[in-house]
């Protein structure tokens, strides 16, 4: 039993568990809620620490070859104007890596292809009274089941679910290639817009909104009405939408943090762990190096609760700092007086490096 595990959620961070604890030796299984794996979704980021994570599970050369690596990008005023510019050839001076914009659709079949056949049951919820029974069926339970993890609820109660961050998101894909990355700020509201692979555009679009509403004229006339007086290449991507296209999500954030990532056998990872805004780009980031660095700790350690503390300590302090630095990202692009000091200050921040890569 103790080479056993048990994975709650066949996302990006539950399949790349898997993978890992399967090139161990481990017997693994993954229970998914959904039905079957998403065949739509937007471009993610996929920076170097996560390609590094990739590499260890095999797929990070096909995640090279499909996606787009991002080659440059600015920030902008909504008049077009460049507040900053991103320096792309620095991190990959860094890193030896670039960052790589993937479809979350293509991703996931790279790492269920990965997987293999029969790893993941898909139609199998797995609620958080059943955990104490998993603790004593397998080896390890890791809760990777998101950012309204019941997992997360039954372990620390509900003072730590997930609250909305104020924000409001749109986003999706439209026909023709766009070759850099640009993401516009203005009065508290943006707009990004990044290649993806098949020759698409991904666009973003974020602002502060009451929670849970939305538009009774539609959602592109809700983003005409916000940002269709905004530079040329905001007003393509919105001339090209079509209704059913449009994606609009609340955004929502873990606070308080965790005290911990572990209780009993049971460790939590990625959102379920983390849940942070998606302002730096990393949700999917953190939840593939959680999966390879939990892995590579069970694989390592004498047992499982010695395994599971490494985890905690190498990962809930690194994850705490993205948070934090995300949520202040939030908080700058949300400015809506003094925009050329935030602005300034966007500057500094890019200067000085931004986020860990």
Known sequence: MESSAIIIGGGIGGLATAIALRAGGWQVEVRERADAAPSTGTALGLWPSALRALDTLGVGGAVRALGRPQTGGA???PDGR????IDVAELERRTGD?????????????????AGPGVVRFGTPVEGAQLPDLERAYGVVIAADGLNSPARTALFGPSYRAVYAGVTGWRGTVDG???AVTETWGEGRRFGITPQEGGRTNWFAAGPEPEGTRSPDGEIAALRARFGHWHAGVRDILDRLGEGEVLRHDLYRLDPPLPSYVRGRTALIG????A?????GRGACEAL???VELAAALLAAPDVPAALRAYDARRRPATRKLARAARVMSRMARVR?????RNAALRAALTLGGPPA
């Open 75 to 77: 920030f902008l005023r």
């Open 82 to 85: 460049r507040i900053a510019r």
């Open 98 to 114: 670039a960052v790589h914009l993937l479809s979350r659709p293509a991703l996931l079949g790279l790492l269920h292809d990965a």
């Open 177 to 179: 290639d766009t070759g």
């Open 271 to 274: 959102d379920a762990a983390h």
């Open 276 to 280: 942070m805004t998606p302002d730096l």
């Open 289 to 291: 190096v959680d999966g």
């Open 337 to 341: 007086h003094c925009t050329g000091v």
